[in-house]
């Protein structure tokens, strides 16, 4: 049984329903699928991710950063070599430095690697056109947002971007967003329906919203399944869409809209 190292500097600040400070295995109860979100750059959240699979011992990991190709290539040989980065070609497909997600790999063992992202072909073919790359209606991507809904995501996309992106653009951004949460849950999906739980998914805090990320997509495929979702944020709100969170401080990092000045 291997024992989980959390990090427990956030013991600074009160702690509210539904933030924790550090996990223990009464948090996962019945969960079938744990999705644990993430900044991507933020090393302390990939150590928190790989505490929660050394706690959970799963019988899969989802990772939203590979395809099914690159996960076929993660063996027992080779998760455990230095060069397991490079073989991925992960920061050549735009990710943070490897070693941030090292913990995660050497913290699998036995578990099942997944990759849930789409495959070159399928994600081009859904920059033209989201349904017909993903036509597993379960999912219900076909289902168009409600206006208030549409509205919020148009104006998130564009904050999230410096109001940089045309305003014509925005309805493809939020559609794209949502093909993504479909495919990651479908992934998610697969693994739990092929392995058993408990199942882990690692991406984005974006995908894991339970509001309208993945769980949105896993209740509407399959609403007996237990979805968990963590956020870890860097600012306190009120009512966060997930399940469970935890507070970090922001990490140093350059100002994302500086070059839009």
Partial sequence: MRVATF???????????????AFSTSDFDGADIVIVGEIHDDPTHHQVQADIIALL??????????????????????????DLGDLLEWEANGWPDFDMYAPIFAAAEDAKIIGAA??????????EDILAAFTDQRFGLHIPLDEDEQGTREQGMQD???GALPVGMLPWFVDQQRFSDAVFARAALEAYETFGGPVVVITGNGHARTDWGMPVYLNAASPDTHVLSIGQITTRLDTPPYDLWRVT????????????E
């Fill in 160 to 162: 999230g971007h410096c």
């Fill in 118 to 127: 789409p495959s070159p072909e399928m994600a081009a073919q859904a920059r």
């Fill in 57 to 82: 011992d799963p019988t899969a990991i989802v990772f939203e950063m590979l395809t099914s190709d690159q996960a076929m290539q993660i063996t027992s040989d080779t998760i455990k070599s230095p």
């Fill in 7 to 21: 990090i427990t500097f956030l013991t600074v600040f009160p702690v509210y329903a539904g933030e924790i400070v």
């Fill in 249 to 260: 401080p922001p990490i140093d990092r350059p100002d994302p809209c500086a070059a839009f």
